[in-house]
């Protein structure tokens, strides 16, 4: 795309680089060596997570480069930059979880400050692990400049002795060691080849359900989110993505013409169909936020039921997003579930065309067993279900991929802890029983602050071998990873008198997947007698931002958001 057929009089960028008044603005661009020239055409924002945290965001550096150099083949000026990520694996387990989900908040605010101060007329943002990918996405929306997203890539699965392996093997590995299935050595061996290369983890877990849903919306160029990491392949979709923007800024194809109620159905769609992360069902309502959209917990749930579980995928199948890139990727995937009617056709994407256009192209494969046929699913249902109840009116989550039906209900006494630790020591001396229900209250958004995910809890369990014996529910958060009867979301949560945090030891807590209830076995009456008498309590965050988050902080039911939304706005950055 010709920049000089650009009218740079409506871009943002205008305001720091036109006209006499802005002589001062130029020379600290002429400073960084850019050219008269370059200054003169768009300027493009190339936003990455890049840290050395985790192996997620370690090559989004270099895929900027290549980013990068699109953009200047396309006649725009790109001006990279970076914030930060909070990777779950690490902090996983301890307090560092604390500041996985408040991680996606400041990714979007900072990538808004940074392209407001600086007056960058389209995004280009490319980010690698849970949080950073739909923290990136809500960026692009709040601001509706011209956008495209990337995602850094999956990492390659490891082999531990001729089985194909990944990290949630390890966390429940973790459980086999504490009671005598696994030596030291063995552990060792483990957790030296469960993470072979670059890029986020393997399975359908959070990242990897969210650059699939990065593709569904619409916000991806296709194939883009399904290419791993360490593959070279990954810096032509880069490349392409640069020169894209460029066509995008020409064209006035924004963000919120893209996302949409149809598109974040799309979305929806996929994370069912491939059994993807119960968190999809936190970002998308977040995602739908920034665009003044209604679309909460109740509807990405009413989506889940209608949607056919049709992805094999771990960790309640078998293959990993490599595997599924290799037989036809996200394009494939999509294909099926829009030819039976279970997609939008019409949702315009970051190509310029719409999704059945972009998918017309696409065959089917019948030399894999990846993806199955959308009217010849794994499961009728989705993989993800939603659940409401006494215990849970403003809703609950679970993933039931990979569950066998029988094993879609519980009823059991209720064993309560209020943190994760508590209960990840009963869990980790054997001190529970076999048809309880383990409850984690008090780790909501507000009352965590945070809503911690508890994988190192669930993968425990599964080491132990009672992962289908018992089932745990929690105001918090589950990984990706997490497998087996393991509700997330409890709403409203503990900290502000939800039921979680009425019940008591004991209780009869009833669970239906099947058909989307959770009760606890008390009347009204009772319940609302428990809740006069429940006080509140401090959290520990009362100073940093852990705090400032607690304060803004709503609930989970609409995506744990922070500030308004595009429903407030009286104009977007890109009309500024």
């Known amino acids: 795309m010709d920049a000089r057929l650009i009218d740079k009089s409506k871009l943002p960028s205008r305001h720091v680089t036109v006209g006499p008044a802005r002589a001062p603005h130029r020379s600290y661009l002429y400073a960084m060596g850019l050219t008269k020239e370059q200054i003169a055409q768009p300027l493009v924002g190339v936003a990455t997570c890049w840290n050395e945290a985790a192996p997620c965001n370690i090559s989004l550096m270099r895929q900027a480069q290549a980013v990068k150099k699109g953009v200047a083949a396309a006649n725009g000026t790109p001006r990279e930059f970076c914030t930060i990520t909070v990777t779950d694996g690490i902090a996983m387990g301890h307090q560092g979880m604390k500041a996985s989900l408040p991680s996606r908040e400041v990714i979007a605010d900072s990538v808004e400050l940074t392209m407001r101060g600086h007056s960058y007329d389209a995004l280009v943002g490319m980010a690698g692990c849970d949080k950073s990918l739909p923290g990136m996405m809500m960026a692009m929306v709040r601001l509706n400049v011209p956008s495209i997203f990337i995602y850094g890539g999956s990492i390659l699965p490891g082999s531990f002795r001729g089985r194909q392996v990944t990290v949630q093997d390890l966390f429940e590995a973790v459980g086999k060691y504490s009671v005598g299935e696994m030596s030291d050595e063995d552990l060792t061996e483990l957790e030296q080849v469960a993470c072979p290369s670059a890029g986020a983890c393997g399975a359908q877990f959070t990242a990897n359900t969210m650059a699939t849903v990065s593709e569904a919306i619409g916000l991806a160029l296709p194939y883009s989110a399904g290419a791993p990491a360490p593959y070279e392949i990954r810096d ?54 920034e665009a003044g959209i209604k679309f909460d917990l109740f509807d990405v749930a009413e989506i889940f039921k209608r949607t056919p579980y049709i992805a094999d995928l771990k960790p309640g199948g078998r293959y990993v997003a490599k595997d599924l890139f290799e037989v036809g990727g996200i394009p494939l995937l999509m294909k099926t579930l829009l030819d039976h009617g279970f997609m939008h056709g019409d949702c315009m994407t970051v190509t310029g065309r719409t999704m059945a256009e972009n998918l017309a192209s696409v065959k089917w494969n019948d030399e894999q067993d990846v993806v199955y046929p959308a009217n010849n699913p794994i499961t009728p249902t989705g993989g993800v279900v939603g659940l409401k109840g006494n215990l849970a009116p403003e809703g609950a989550i679970v993933k039931v991929a990979g569950m066998a039906p029988e094993k879609q209900t519980f009823r059991g006494p209720a064993r309560c802890f209020d943190g994760e630790e508590a ?7 054997r001190e529970y029983k076999e048809g309880e229900v383990l409850v984690i209250r008090y780790e909501g958004p507000r009352g965590g602050p945070g809503m911690r995910e508890m994988l190192s809890t669930t993968a425990a369990l599964y080491g132990q071998g009672m992962g289908d014996k018992v089932a745990l529910i929690t105001d918090g958060r589950f990984s990706g990873a997490t497998r087996g009867f393991c509700i997330g979301h409890v709403g409203p949560e503990a900290a502000t008198g939800g039921p979680i945090g009425l019940i008591r030891d004991g209780d009869i807590i009833a669970i239906d997947a099947i058909n989307g209830t959770i009760d606890v076995e008390l009347s009204d009456e009772e319940l609302a007698q428990r809740r006069a008498e429940w006080k509140p309590r401090e959290t520990s965050a009362t100073s940093g931002y852990l705090w400032k988050y607690a304060q803004t902080v709503g609930p989970a039911r609409d995506g744990a958001v922070t500030h308004p939304g595009g429903a407030a706005e009286k104009e977007t950055y890109a009309d500024v």
Request: net charge positive.
């Open 236 to 289: 032509r979709f880069c490349a392409a993505a640069g020169e894209q923007i460029m066509d995008l800024i020409a064209r006035n194809i924004r963000p919120r013409d893209i996302v949409t109620r149809k598109s974040l159905e799309n979305a929806a769609v996929v994370v069912a169909a491939s059994g993807g992360s119960t968190n999809a069902a936190l970002h998308l309502p977040a995602i739908a936020h």
């Open 423 to 429: 209960c990840f020591e009963a869990v980790s001396k």
